[in-house]
C-alpha cells in the first residue's frame, strides 16, 4: 500500500527521479522545493508542492506531518555567496530534524550523506563503521549532520539511517563532464589513478528506498557501486562512449598548493558576488581524494540488486538511453 512520503530536494538531481519512482510504486508524494520551476516539476510528476526554505519551518512542519517516510535529500556542496556547506547541511539538517522529530507516523528518515565524510584514505575499502575524516567542508558539514541524525535517533526522536551516497553519474549530471569530453577539453586536476566512488541514478534512487524500507535505525549505508575504478579509468568510459577525449589530469603540470591557493582566492571572489563558484578548494580534494567503499551491508543485509554494479555497463547505458 502507498505510504504518504516527504522529500526535501525534491527537485535536485537525485530528488526528481526519486520522487518518479515513489509516485510509479503508488506513494502519496510531498516535496520541498522554493521555485516555481521546481512547483511545476513536481507538479507534474502528481507530488504535491512544499513551498519553502529549509529556514521555514512552518513549510517544513507541513511537509513532514502525517509523513511515514521522509527523504532529506537538500543540500549540497555550496550554495551561492555565503551559502556555506555548514549553512546547507549542517544547519539545513537541523532544521529539518526539528519539524521531523517527534512526528508520530514517522517510521524512516533517510538522510543523504556522502562518501565525503571519508577524505582522502589512499585507496583503502572502507566499511561503514570507519571514522568520518573529512577534509573538506563540505565533508565536515555532512559529517555534522550524521552526528545530528544520530543523536536525534538516539534520543528516540526520530527513525534516522544514513545513506553515505557516492557520486552520482546520469543524463545531466555534471560529472559525467559529458560536454567538456565530447569537446576534447577536459582538464582535472591530480593524476587520474585515484578511486572516486561512483553510483549510477537508477542505482541510487533505488538503494535510497530499500534504505528506507529495511535500512536499520541509526545506521550507515554506503550507496556506490560495486566496482569502483580510477577516476581515469571512469572518464575513459566516458570519452569511449561519447566519441570524445578522455580529460587531462593537470597535477603533472601545477603543483598541488598552487591550485589549492588560486581555488581558494576564487571561491573568495566569486562568493563576494554573490555567486557561486565551482572552482573552489573542496572541488579539487573531490576530484583527488581516493577511497572505496564497501557495499556488503547494502547486498547482504538489505538484498540490494544492482542495475549497473560496475561503470563498465552503468556509462554506455546512459549514453545508450540518449540515442
Ligand atoms: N549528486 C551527487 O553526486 C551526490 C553525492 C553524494 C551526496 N549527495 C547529496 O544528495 C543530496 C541531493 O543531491 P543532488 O545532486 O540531487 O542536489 P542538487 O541537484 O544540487 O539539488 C539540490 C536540492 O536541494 C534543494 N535546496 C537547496 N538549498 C535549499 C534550501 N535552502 N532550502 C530548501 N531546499 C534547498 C533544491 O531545491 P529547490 O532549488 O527546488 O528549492 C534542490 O532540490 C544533497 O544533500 C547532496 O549533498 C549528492
Redesign the pocket.
Known sequence: MGERVFV????????LPLVRALRAAGHEVAG????DA?SEALTALGAQVVRG??DDAEALRRGAEGAEVVYH?????R?PGRITPDL??RR?TELVIAACAGVPSLRAFVY????AVYGDRSNLWVEEDFEPSPNTRYGRS?ADAEALVRASTARGDLPGIIAR????YGKG?P?MMEEPIRAGRGLLPGEGRNHVPTIHIDDCVAALQVIAAKGRRGEAYHVADRAQPQIKELYALVAAATGGRAPTFWSTYIPSYVQLSAARQNERLWSRLGVKPRFTPDNIRHYTNSVRLRTERLAKELGFGWKYPDPKDGVPAVFASNA
Open positions: 526535501t530536494g525534491a527537485t535536485g538531481r537525485i530528488g520541498l522545493t522554493r521555485t521546481g526554505n529549509m535529500l537538500a543540500g549540497g556542496v550554495g546547507l547541511n539545513g543523504a550523506s556522502s562518501c555532512k551516497i557516492a557520486a552520482v549530471f560529472f
